[in-house]
């Protein structure tokens, strides 16, 4: 009998239908004569509705509070999921984060996973029951409620599946698998069969929804099996594993949601960059590319998520006040495969895309298993396109 981790995420579990359909498909799994263990995040965009409410209330709500409210969410999730496979007549039981022994860092709404006492979930699976876990949070050592952030059910999923040694932890979602290229720009888009957890995480810290960096690194260091798949059908998705196959580029990114930022200021020293940076960090900003363009003054470029855009431009009206400032929406691109650092004929057809569209580079970044490309605009999705058909198609 094995043992097995399902997690749906919001799209799988946003109303009373859809739930319905996860059920089937745990059903379907739990004949097979599997241990079955279920995560689930929030319904729909009721995490997205309760800050939406929380900040009606307070500008700025107090953090502890936040986690308590937003791990609401998944716990409603997993309680209906419950009730559901009851009434079909299957044995359920929904835990909460911390009674499945989720425990955490003491860090609210980024809270990371520092161990899992599985004697509850061990418990439940040997007395029959289907187990459905509230993603998404956890316990910290004062007994409060923890949240993990982004991509926080997809950690539980992944964290649970290697503290249970279970032999496959599947991620559904409305998407079967992990794409070529955003399937929604490209219509060649292709579905990948198999990917290593380097070419995943690659993937992930470059905008590619299917699955968080933290989740696989987590299945990376525990080696993990990940499959993910569609929960609206039974197609083959893509398996997330340790092979390492070089097969070149298996997947392009363009992500669209970044600011190139540029800080000039008359005097220079040499800590101006140090306070800049945690002056940054401190108001939730964590910059990347950061570069000091020039030696005898403060000239200094940097990159940062659309999102964060509105607090650093409440900054410049505040301790940033005496900088000049200016910052452009910019693309950054990026092919993802095991080899690309070796592969010539990749670099050089990229350039020449690049130059046959006029692109203008900010920066370039070679690694094993990416190449990216930093522009000081934003591209369409022609170049998209194109990169596809000469290097992947």
Known sequence: METIVLKFGGSSTADNIKLNIVANKIIDFYNKKNKVIVVVSAQ??????????????????????????????????SSKLAILLNRLGYNAVSLTGWQAGIYTSNINEEAKIEYINT??????????????????????????????????????????????????????????GVYSTDPNKITDAKKIEELSYDEMLDLSNEGAKVLHNRCVEIAQKFNVLIETGSTFNNNFGTQINNKIEESAVKSIVKNDNLF??????????????????????????????????????????????????????????????????????????SLVGYGIMNNENIIKKTLELLNINSVDIFSMQLEECKLSIMTKEKVNNKLLEQLHHELIV
């Open 119 to 176: 004697e509850r979930i061990k418990q439940e699976l040997d007395n029959g029951n289907i187990v459905i876990i509230a993603g998404f949070q956890g316990i910290n050592d004062k007994k409060d409620i923890t949240t993990l952030g982004r991509g926080g059910s997809d950690t539980t999923a992944v964290a649970v599946a290697a503290a249970m040694k279970a032999d496959h932890c599947y991620i559904f979602s409305d998407v079967d």
């Open 260 to 333: 190139l930022i540029t800080l000039k200021y008359e005097n220079y020293n040499a800590d101006m960059l140090n306070k800049l940076y945690f002056t940054l960090l401190n108001n939730g900003i964590i910059p990347t590319n950061m570069i000091n363009n020039s030696i005898n003054s403060f000239n200094v470029s940097f990159t940062i998520k659309s999102a964060d855009l509105g607090k650093f431009q409440e900054l410049l009206g505040d301790e940033l006040k005496d900088f000049t400032s200016s910052f452009t929406n910019i693309s950054r691109i």
């Open 44 to 77: 729909g965009k009721t995490t997205d509705n309760l800050i939406k409410e929380a900040k009606e209330l307070s500008y700025e709500p107090d953090k502890r509070e936040m986690d308590v409210l937003l791990s609401t969410g998944e716990q409603m999730s």
